[in-house]
């Protein structure tokens, strides 16, 4: 028996891709846009420059390797959301401590895969980011197209990820 979609991503265009979730399961509008990367989920997830965005992963299996704790960029990933075909959520990496889903889940950062994200590369490649809403199924087309509408995504994403006091390092001679 097939699984039945319980998240859906609708852009501002009026686009709807049906999926499943990973990570949180909250509502989010971001910014869509897309990464070409072979591997690197890890640093995208955690890069600060994704900050109000949902990434969308050119590359169609994610996950499979896991979260290795030293291999983050930052201690509070901020990015947006995370669209993706493939999700494996059983990692084989001996560096993992945890699937990108708990990591997600942690950080309130919602995902979508099963979707077709070579189509949805393609639109934003040839249109354009936009705003986008990764909701629950159940939201309909209407409703999602006017949440879009009445929201302005901010334009602040550095004031909110970076440092608010002035950090030291020391250099050690060898």
Do not use: W
Not at 23 to 34: A, R, Y
Not at 73 to 94: C, H, K, M, Q
Not at 165 to 170: K, M, R
Request: contains cysteine; negative net charge.
């Amino acid at each position: 028996m097939m699984k039945k979609f319980d998240r859906k991503l609708i852009l501002s265009d009026g686009s709807e891709y049906h999926g499943y979730g990973f990570g949180s399961g909250i509502e989010k509008i971001t910014e869509i846009v897309f990464n070409t990367s072979l591997v690197g989920y890890q640093e995208i997830l955690s890069d600060p420059s994704y900050t109000y965005q949902t990434v969308v992963m050119a590359y169609p299996l994610i996950g499979n390797y896991g979260m290795a704790e030293d291999d983050l960029e930052t201690d509070i990933p901020s990015i947006g959301g995370l669209a993706v075909r493939d999700y494996n959520d059983e990692p084989s990496n001996f560096r993992s401590k945890y699937t990108l889903s708990a990591i997600m889940e942690k950080y309130k950062i919602p995902g979508i895969y099963g979707i077709d994200t070579r189509k949805l590369v393609r639109s934003i490649r040839d249109l354009g980011s936009r705003k986008a809403l990764l909701t629950d199924i159940g939201t309909s087309l209407q409703d999602g197209l006017r949440k879009l509408d009445l929201y302005d995504i901010p334009a602040d994403a550095v004031s909110q990820v970076s440092r608010k006091e002035i950090q030291q390092y020391l250099v050690c001679d060898r």
